[in-house]
């Protein structure tokens, strides 16, 4: 699919169309084979009612008349009609329906992959809420852009000159009148309507996404909502939410029934007029009677062609809004461009730090931040633990996801081995990290494919190993369902200790050559601790590791303690150096004595 530069969502709406025309290409042929059995099966509807009058009106005559009259002809003619309708009916569903699914799938895949490299940066500052609403009902939205615009546009645009053209054949003053009547009923009482509800339309986007929002937060914080007794003053905002969607729907809906009504109104005018011409016409015996049926019914069965315009115009601004949202979202340059050759994966995991600075960019709901890191120099050895201590807020964690390419670096250099980290692939920098997060995400599924997340390839050893080392092996056997059980949604089913440990199993099970430990036996007590540590030690041998940690017992599997403020090396050394020089370093063995 082809790539955009930024700053798409200042495109024009034909530029936009383009756009979107072009991601539908792929199924442009299904698409065009569903308008036109739209419009085979439009025409068919309207030619069975205009045929039924002429020889239903034919057959009336003939009868009164006593003069026989050759109807299989016509009866023929509307039986193949009525089975064209039938049968092109069901294959426009089809046909249409599945142009659909496909190129809803292909457009969910394309923004996903569009996303991926985004994150977290360029996401930072959307509510999840509020990105889900996006990709959810934005590529839905998408989705009426063919059936329910084009489709019905293109048979409307077909179909009503042809239309026009049959009836002049007949009576060339009845075109004026159906073409008023259709520009009525197809395109000004719904731009009308539109008008009137257009405050409504973008209200309704705004709090449906609020409500979303609302609602994500009261599932997902209900335990803090109900510790802290905020649950009815939570219920109340969305309750307020809610009220105001509804009230805003209801005055919507109102406009709509209003407008469904005028072009109710403006139908039976146009059948009217078409009968005030035509009467006189017959009883002066200018036109034969048979043809009044056929022709009021032609008049009122080509507003079939425009009927579904209304809804077309309505979804029009919706669904054009809705794709400028979304690529405004992933046009965005990702945050780690891709190197065009990437670098060769290194041999050695020597981790160097060298001049690196980096600041967080402003988001809408916070202001640039003051730099996080300020030149900062780090050497790991490979095979080496390097503890990366310091008071909350110095920049640790910020580091680690540096390393892990999250944040584009603002200066200086990351090496691994001799290779920049800016060199190398993105999937392939980060297999050679594996990362235990200081809030590491459990999935909501079994907790073998939550470990098999970092290794989908293991063997039952394998993960009995990884489990063994973190020390969860015995929990995970004592469990009915071992490694099959359902950990819930964010391992709710799990201690805060006993997910740490699998987030430990899970990146030790990747087998990374580096290793960050970002507060990896935070939540633990101090024997399952002392356990964990006494596990890690030799393993700690094999890789090369970055610990980010202030508990004593961990950090004496450090070579080298660093401490951090402000985003600066202020001090580093081993354990006994430290212990002599750093007063902060000596406060805080004080502390976790
Ligand atoms: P702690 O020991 O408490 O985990 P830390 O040393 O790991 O702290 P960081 O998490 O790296 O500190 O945060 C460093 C600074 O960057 C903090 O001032 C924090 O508010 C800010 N910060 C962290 N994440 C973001 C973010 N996504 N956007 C903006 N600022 C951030």
């Known amino acids: 699919m082809s790539s955009h530069p930024q700053g798409n969502h200042h495109l024009s709406n034909r530029a936009l169309l383009w756009r979107l025309l072009q991601l539908a290409r792929p199924h442009l042929g299904w698409m065009l084979l569903g308008a036109l059995l739209t419009l085979i099966t439009t025409l068919a509807s309207i030619g069975l009612l205009a045929i039924s009058g002429w020889f239903l009106a034919s057959m009336a005559v003939a009868g009164l008349a006593g003069v026989t009259f050759n109807y299989f002809t016509p009866a023929g003619v509307i039986r193949f009609l009525a089975i064209v309708r039938t049968a092109g009916r069901y294959g426009e569903r089809l046909v249409t329906h599945n142009a659909t699914l496909k190129l809803l799938s292909e457009l969910r895949l394309w923004c996903y992959q569009r996303l991926e490299p985004l994150a977290p940066a360029r996401l930072q500052g959307l509510h999840s809420g509020d990105l889900l609403n996006r990709l959810q009902n934005d590529i839905d939205r998408l989705d009426s852009l063919y059936l329910r615009i084009a489709v019905p546009v293109l048979v409307a645009a077909l179909g009503v000159p042809g239309l026009l053209w049959l009836i002049s054949r007949y009576d060339p003053q009845l075109v004026p009148v159906l073409l008023a009547g259709l520009l009525s009923v197809g395109v000004l009482i719904p731009l009308w309507g539109q ?78 007029a078409g009968l005030w011409w035509l009467i006189p016409q017959i009883a002066s015996g200018a036109r034969p009677p048979v043809e009044l049926a056929m022709l009021t019914l032609l008049l009122l069965a080509g507003f079939e062609l425009v009927q579904p ?69 780090l050497q790991l050895n490979q095979g080496d633990c390097l503890a990366l201590i310091g008071p909350s807020g110095a920049g640790k964690s910020t580091l680690t996801q540096l390393l892990c390419g999250f944040w584009p670096i603002e200066s200086g250099q990351m090496l691994l081995g001799s290779t920049d980290i800016n060199q190398l692939a993105g999937d392939e920098l980060r297999r050679q990290i594996a990362v235990v997060s200081q809030r590491p995400y459990l999935f909501s599924t079994t907790l073998e494919e939550n470990l098999r997340m970092a290794r989908p390839d293991a063997s039952r050893e394998q993960l009995d190993r990884a489990c063994q080392q973190a020390g969860l092996l015995a929990f995970v056997q004592s469990l009915p369902d071992g490694y099959q059980t359902w950990l819930g949604e964010q391992g709710q089913g799990l201690s805060g200790g006993q997910a740490r440990r699998l987030a430990i199993a899970r990146a030790l099970l990747q087998e990374a050559p580096l290793l960050i430990l970002d507060e990896p036996t935070e939540g633990l007590d101090r024997q399952t601790e002392q356990a964990l540590i006494k596990n890690l030690q030799p393993l700690l041998a ?25 985003g600066k090396v202020v001090r580093q050394g081993q354990h006994q150096t430290l212990i002599q020089h750093s007063t902060y370093y000596q406060n805080l063995l004080t502390v976790f004595h």
């Open 195 to 272: 008008r009137q509800s257009k405050q409504y339309s973008q209200t309704l986007l705004r709090q449906s996404a609020a409500l979303r929002s609302a609602q994500l937060d009261t599932l997902s914080g209900m335990r803090e909502l109900l510790i802290y007794g905020a649950d009815q003053r939570q219920q109340q905002h969305c309750q307020q939410l809610s009220d105001s969607l509804l009230a805003c729907q209801s005055e919507r809906d109102r406009i709509s029934a209003v407008t469904q009504a005028v072009s109710l109104i403006a139908i039976n005018l146009t059948v009217l």
């Open 309 to 377: 315009l209304p809804l077309a115009l309505e979804l029009l601004p919706e669904t054009l809004a809705a794709a400028r949202r979304l690529f405004r979202l992933t046009d965005q340059p990702p945050v780690r461009p891709e190197p065009g050759i990437p670098a060769t994966v290194p041999v050695r995991s020597d981790l160097q730090i060298r001049d690196l600075s980096f600041s967080y960019p402003a988001t809408r709901n916070r202001p640039a931040s003051l730099p996080v890191l300020q030149n900062l120099n």
């Open 542 to 566: 094999s890789r090369t590791t970055l610990l980010i940690s202030h508990r004593p017992a961990l950090l004496q599997l450090a070579d080298q303690i660093c401490i951090l403020r402000d």
